[in-house]
């Protein structure tokens, strides 16, 4: 969504969509955006400071990092941006976008694209080991077998290995 900021007495709530294709060129495979991402940002501006806070929420098929099965997972994250206008004006980059200052980003002339901030929280909130569920048991690291599913006897086969070799030690 583009705002133009002329139009901004006091304060502006953007509200939509955005259409979950726009996340098909992410890198990371084990995550995918499968639904629109709502959000309902308010813009506020005082002189040329312009800031953006509100919620915003989406679907995605993520892979659990332990058990390795893909669960749906409801994201919801909380915006909260500072712009500032950038004063000499050499051509924005995507690296660019962010100044040094933590949530603080450039703007130039009358508009903000909030499609790219909306795109980048949602990347900064995903989580970096999801799992499936709080006690997902994950894969046997001896046999593979998703514990979740099938219990194996790997860890009772490991354990009397090591009481074999215990006692084959103690005595
Ligand atoms: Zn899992
Ligand atoms: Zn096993």
Redesign the pocket.
Same mark, same amino acid.
């Given at each position: 969504m583009i705002i133009r900021l002329s139009e901004i007495e006091e304060l502006f709530i953007a509200r939509g969509s955005m259409e979950a294709s726009r996340f098909s060129e992410v890198e990371d495979k084990s995550m995918r955006v499968v639904t629109p991402v709502d959000y309902e940002l308010t813009v506020r501006k005082f002189d040329n400071l312009v800031t953006v806070q509100g919620p915003l929420e989406c679907t995605m098929s993520i892979t659990c990092s332990r058990c390795l099965d893909d669960f749906t997972l409801n994201l919801k994250a909380f915006m909260d941006i500072k712009l500032t206008p950038r004063i000499k004006t050499p051509r924005l980059s995507e690296a660019e976008l962010k100044s040094e200052d933590l949530d603080v980003y450039y703007y130039e002339g009358d508009e903000i694209d909030l499609d790219p901030f909306i795109y980048e929280e949602v990347l900064l909130n995903v989580p970096i080991r999801p799992v499936c569920t709080e006690d997902c048991k994950g894969l *046997?690291?001896? &046999? =593979? @077998?998703n @514990?979740n599913v099938e219990e &194996?006897? *790997? =860890?009772a086969a490991t354990q009397t290995l090591l009481g074999e070799k215990l006692k084959s030690f103690l005595n």
């Open positions: *046997c690291p001896v &046999c =593979g @077998k @514990k &194996c006897q *790997c =860890g």
